[in-house]
């Protein structure tokens, strides 16, 4: 006979279990009002009418959405998948109106221009909502993701007539957006793509090629699909520097905005993949499809960044909002699950088991502070135009985008592990968060790119923006030593250690920095979280959070210290072991 606790999956052999799923909102007030800075931008001009009152009223409305309406479809997402027959896209059950109540409450683009139609709230409030839609039904929300990146792209560098007709469909979720970067030959290398721009004499481009992995390629509920496309105008240089950017209309638009006739592109398949079911990630096919360009001939490339760094902190929210998820799941199963002795009566009384779960809360704090501080820096980086905050916002943004990401793998694993052998058995639905997760840490520039890109673009300051954010550090962490000596010591010390190896790294050549690459981001990630913990403890000292805040800085911190002694190794030791050692 099957325990108590074991019942519930047992009975739901019929593959229709719910994954109940409540979004963090005293957390992120929390977090915004007490940790990573928020209420700075609350004082600036251009964010003052994000009161403490209208944060809350916003997040309190995305949460009901997210928990009522989103909720229901992560498993409905996994099961009944989106497929393409004869030739149309048919997408999950209920996902139509799911994405009906993101775009009728204006969630798609909360941050985006007023007068187009968007909320113009800060970037730090919308990582939050798109956290909470992630960790709701993850396979739905790369949807609206991929088009704020896009309105973010149209914003910066379109013209004044393609702003004026796309913008404000997007914005209202009438219609929804894509990046196109990828190809089959080309992978993450995408200056070698081959996909062709040709002139019609009228303005727009005929676009030939093949792009692979799009989310969201196509659907059923919205009116248009709007594609980013980057292309190779006749005549240009080889690499990145060739590249321009074109947006490629599903159904091509007239002057007043009404999709008309069908654009000479389709999807001619959709991926297999091992998570994400709902979201359809389709190959793309154009044959002299009508495209008009974005931005400047051959400056594809710093238009797509617009988009791809948008999007790099809303994946890593999605690692995020997945690790949110997943913890919760496991949580309630090791609070109800009986199995040996235990004080409590449940398995959360076992000390591995109460381990894994400290771990999973402890490591999602540390990230999601991460994320959130990020927006706070792009946030102030818009309303003060200070060149300080852009580069903090730039720095940060690959450690959101990997850490996030990482998180969400991690804490998806420990939940599954938290399960025991029934995380094994996809009825629970522990399995999926990890399937759903994994891929986070590879689009969008893969984890190792990310670190890559910061020990390389982001020290070519000579660490400036890196050191500037380390004093702020061990200045946080000497106004702590009277109420948590031992806590502020351990961070103070990990932040020097850290600047140490900083200054080292950035006068390595950079590609000496590169096999040290990975462990650098994640150390500066792990001193990030100890701050982040020690300034919630310092707000809630008798609290959960300063309890914690001991058990992340004692326990998981001092991982950083092997970190930089991997930095340090460089790449001679990795580069020594040759492709013929690999193969003995």
């Not at 979720?173 to 019609?200: H, I």
């Not at 969201?216 to 699909?225: A, H, I, K, Q």
Request: hydrophobic letters at 40%; aromatic letters at 6%; one cysteine or more.
């Amino acid at each position: 006979m099957p325990s108590v606790s074991e019942a519930p999956f047992i009975a739901n052999r019929d593959r229709t279990l719910t994954m109940p799923y409540r979004s963090p909102v005293s957390e992120f007030r929390f977090l915004l009002d007490k940790v990573v800075g928020f209420p700075a931008v609350q004082e600036t001009d251009r964010y003052a009418e994000a009161t403490d009152e209208i944060v809350s009223a916003v997040l309190s409305e995305a949460s009901r959405m997210c928990d009522e309406k989103l909720s229901p479809l992560q498993r409905e997402g996994d099961l009944h998948p989106a497929v393409l027959e004869n030739g149309r896209m048919r997408t999950s059950p209920g996902f139509a109106e799911g994405y009906r109540a993101v775009a009728e409450g204006g969630w798609v683009a909360i941050a985006a221009d007023p007068e187009q139609g968007g909320m113009g709230l800060p970037m730090a409030v919308t990582t939050a909502v798109n956290e909470m839609m992630a960790g709701a039904c993850l396979s739905l929300q790369l949807n609206p993701l991929m088009t704020q990146g896009q309105i973010d792209a149209l914003e910066n560098h379109a013209s004044e007539e393609l702003r004026a007709l796309y913008l404000p469909k997007l914005i209202s979720g009438e219609w929804s957006g894509t990046m196109n970067l990828t190809e089959p030959q080309a992978g993450s290398d995408v200056g070698a793509l081959t996909t062709k721009a040709e002139p019609n004499g009228d303005g727009s481009y005929a676009i030939t090629g093949q792009k692979i992995y799009i989310s969201w390629g196509d659907n059923d509920f919205t009116e248009n699909v709007c594609h980013l496309v980057l292309a190779r105008l006749p005549d240009a240089v080889p690499g990145t520097k060739g590249i321009s950017l074109f947006i490629v209309p599903k159904l091509i638009p007239d002057e007043n905005g009404t999709p008309g006739v069908a654009n000479s592109l389709k999807v001619v398949g959709v991926e297999h993949k091992m998570g994400l079911h709902g979201s359809p990630t389709c190959v793309m096919s154009y044959e002299g499809a009508t495209g008009w360009l974005v931005g400047e001939p051959n400056d594809g490339m710093r238009a797509m960044f617009t988009m791809m760094n948008n999007a790099r902190l809303g994946v890593g929210g999605q690692g995020i909002g997945a690790a949110e998820g997943a913890y919760q799941h496991a949580l309630a199963y090791a609070m109800e699950r009986k199995q040996g002795k235990s004080p409590e009566g449940t398995i959360v009384g076992h000390a591995d088991v109460r381990r894994m779960l400290a771990t999973m809360k402890a490591e999602i704090l540390a990230a999601r502070s991460i994320a959130l501080s990020c927006g706070v820096a792009i946030d102030m980086g818009r309303a003060t135009g200070e060149a300080e905050w852009t580069a903090r916002a730039a720095f940060l943004t690959p450690i959101a985008k990997a850490f996030g990401t990482d998180t969400g793998c991690a804490v998806s694993d420990l939940g599954v592990q938290v399960h025991g052998g029934m995380g094994y058995i996809e009825e629970t639905g522990a399995a999926q968060f990890f399937r759903d997760v994994r891929v986070t840490a590879i689009y969008e520039g893969t984890n190792g790119i990310q670190a890559m890109d910061m020990v390389g673009r982001k020290l070519a300051d000579g660490g400036e923006a890196a050191c500037r954010l380390l004093d702020e550090i061990e200045a946080s962490a000497e106004a702590a030593r009277g109420a948590l000596p031992d806590l502020a010591s351990a961070v103070w010390e990990a932040a020097e250690s850290l600047r140490e190896t900083t200054e080292w790294l950035a006068e390595q050549p950079a590609p000496a920095r590169f096999g040290g690459a990975v462990a650098y981001l994640r150390a500066f990630a792990r001193v990030l979280g100890g701050h982040f913990h020690l300034r919630a403890a310092l707000a809630e000292p008798e609290g959960a959070h300063a309890r914690l805040g001991r058990f992340y800085i004692e326990s998981l911190l001092p991982e950083h210290s092997g970190l930089l002694a991997q930095v340090r190794a460089g790449s001679d030791p990795l580069m020594a072991i040759s492709p013929d050692d690999l193969a003995a």
